[in-house]
């Protein structure tokens, strides 16, 4: 059995079109012989076919009955003409209406078009053998694809369909000869509105159902009115705006995006929807090395565009890197991050934030003004998504005002521009539109394109940029930061003893929830650091090279697996007793370092900041400590030397006090 | 309810049931074929009462071979002594059944609204199609019935037609419990029914004149007409010549 139509929703049918009919009795006026269109007789060889009406006459009818003029007339016939109401004698592929003597015939009130019935496969499949049966090797190319397609599909009705063709074409045989040939006409017009041919669209795609008929008068029952008083409401609650403000604004997108708009200015290339040639999706991809010039106007259009778009990104994200100042945007980042990622890992990737650069002594610590501080600290005592949103959008602000136009002069963007392509408009034949539309294909799947994305951000966090405040001296990876803050560039070490974690003043431990669930087989620190540096986006420059002196290879792995871990979530503590020769320990600055100071080679307890305590911690294997403050005080005990610097954030001693972790 | 027909018994001339299931299939599916040609004529300038009672008795003559047609194969199928090649072809008719059953069942539904709009009782607008004849043999030709009965055109009035138009509405909501009945009662899994026929249906017959009156018409435009008559007179005016040039020449020979 058919699977009826379940688009229906168990609801009954409402059909979007309003216009069908309008124009089924706008069709039956014109059938009037009196006020009606005139019609002729078509003279074919053997015999005389009746009401065949002219495109003119239709036009001077259409123009009279509604009082407008020609060309609107005719624009109206071709409607009609394309939805099938009218179809052409000569030329039948083509459905519009010319205003001369050709020909056209009223379709037959069986084959009008309508949306309570979908149009079945199964009929085109019986339509089109039919036309085999009459003659071999009269279906067109493309009616010769889909016949072997519905093959395939409906193989197991094939032998019905056969048997119906041929039972419709006996049948048809049974009337007169003019007969068969109108109604041959009429169900080929039929056909052409519904299954049109390749390059021409169909007049009845109308897009979603709509959940109410149109054409149906409304019962004004008390929800009927119920509806309209929660309308009106809405209504009068919407905020205002000065229409000379609206307008102004409307008018100054308009003339920024006017030429970017791929329906009001040619999209070069090629729009892909029109020639099928893809090459302007490849140019225009997510990650693409090379930009387009149109691409690269828009960045200067706004800052949030800029943001918006990944390429662009990534060149701000270069260019802050060379001004020292890529805390801003990694900030950013995290909190978007956090703001749309999973709600498992919410709470600590806020504390996570916090800790990298909003707490006093964080490695990336960024400028917000007091008062937003304030907001912040007190909010991250019960974090949710939108926690960091008033720093978040300090930092957007901050960043727009300041780096954006120092952006727009700076050497690397004027790079980009001038090596930026402005691709020449293609031409094609119909020959060559015809075998691009065989070529097409599906684009990638979205699993895949899912994984580049998440390697993508991997290696950049991987080999991520400076951090200006920790130029500590040892290598260890702070793979739990490596997401956001990146890698510090370590120098060599001084220690081989244990290594360190770069941005040791930030809690490692609080972090560790990544690092504890890494299996043990991703930790490999063979010397794959090559490819990670190699893998840093071609917009890396030489200034970069500085970090790819430290023997990246362990914290590469890592930050590779953990910044995936994050962003999954996992909580497996148990596992970090396998991390050992990571990292953790820090001896590093307990405080924000100016760029360029040398870090403190021993920890100093002393400098503690008022705001925070921080404890001196150095386990003798860099032992990473899970993210419960309950675990924390567990693991304290068992360090003997080394010192893990935690910034343990006011809240945490509330809640530790409470007992509540 | 459709009235019990002794007709169809006849039809399977063979005792096999095989071959009784495969000729009321048969015959179902010519009489839906004739449902559809006599619904494509409604609205039209052809639409009149013995288009309505020629589709009132098709459908009939449907539903009762659908109804033999049901229980014939229903029983076959839930046999479960049916051999394995047996099986497979009783599915095959069994397809075919449900699938004919649910053309029709569209049709009639289509045929619903359009005898809603266009009522001859109220002598609604019809649309001028250019249908010239009539379609009594078609009917004929799904009743099975060799001779054209020409029963009277009588004036068709609103309670007739309103009558007419309620017991339309019991037949499809028949139909429809019919074919759901059919899935509850036989599981034919419709991926293990494989095609036995060709994909290309042999060409049924060389119908030239028909044909040639539509690829004149699609051609019209184009001029073939013209080149054809040009190549024709081309070679009479050859022909004429080499007559021209033989007498010519037996004139100077003689």
Known sequence: MTIKNVRDHGQRYRPRMACLKKVENVVLEMQDPKTGVKSQTQRLVITTIPHAITGEDIVAWIANRFKIDATEARAMGTMMVAFGYIYPLQDHKRLMLKPDTSLYRFQTPYFWPAQQWPVEDTDYAIYLAKRNIRKKGMLELYEQEQYNNLYKWMNHKWDFIVMQAKEQYRAGKERKKPDRVVFDCQERAYWVVHRPPPGTVSAMDYGHDRMVDPNMEEKKTPDYYRRIIMFTQQCIMRPRVKSSVSIGALVKYTTTYKEHDPFLHACLPSNPWLTDDVTYWTLNMPNVEIPTKMRVERWTFSFGELLMDPRGRADFRLFLKKEFSGENLAFWEACEDLKWGAAETMKEKAQQIYKTFLARGAPRWINIDGKTMDITVKGLAHPHRYVLDAAQTHIYMLMKKDSFGRYLKSPVFKETQKKAIAPEPQRFTETQLEQNAKRRRPSLSPIILRQQEEEQKAKLAASGPVDITQLCRFTAPVPHLAVYTGICEAQSTASPGFMTLPNSAACPSPISVAIDSTPASERRFDGNGGPSSSHFPSIAEASVSEEENQPPAPKSRMALSLSRLLRRGCNAPSVFASLSPKCAVASGGGKVQPLGVEPLAQPQPRRIANFFQIKVDIPPECRIYPIDSEDEEDDSPDTARGGVKEIICPWETVTKQEGTG | ?254
């Open chain 2, 1 to 254: 309810m459709p009235l019990s027909n002794n007709k169809v018994a006849d039809d399977g001339t063979s005792t096999q049931p095989l071959q009784e299931g495969k000729a009321l299939v048969d015959s179902l599916i010519k009489a839906v074929a004739c449902y559809r040609h006599l619904a494509s004529c409604i609205g039209g300038c052809t639409d009149n009462s013995s288009l309505r009672r020629d589709l009132w008795q098709t459908r009939e003559r449907a539903q009762t071979l659908a109804l033999s047609c049901r229980n014939h194969l229903t029983a076959r199928l839930r046999d479960k002594t049916l051999p394995e090649a047996e099986r497979k072809e009783t599915e095959q008719l069994w397809v075919a059944f449900s699938s004919c059953l649910e053309l029709l069942h569209a049709d009639m539904c289509k045929v619903f609204t359009m005898v809603k709009q266009f009522s001859l009782a109220n002598n609604s607008t019809m649309v001028q199609t250019g249908i010239q004849g009539g379609t009594t043999e078609v009917a004929a030709r799904a009743l099975s019935l060799h001779g054209l009965q020409e029963a009277g055109d009588g004036p068709q009035t609103s309670s007739m037609e309103g009558q007419e138009l309620s017991q339309l509405e019991q037949e499809i909501a028949q139909v429809d419990r019919t074919l759901e009945d059919m899935e509850l009662k036989v599981n034919v899994l419709r991926w293990t029914v494989e095609a036995l026929g060709p994909q290309y249906a042999d060409p049924v017959s060389t119908d030239s004149a028909s044909l040639a009156l539509l690829s004149i018409d699609e051609e019209a435009a184009q001029g073939f007409c013209s080149r054809s008559q040009m190549f024709a007179a081309m070679m009479l005016c050859g022909v004429a010549i080499f007559a021209v040039v033989l007498s010519v020449c037996v004139v100077f020979l003689v």
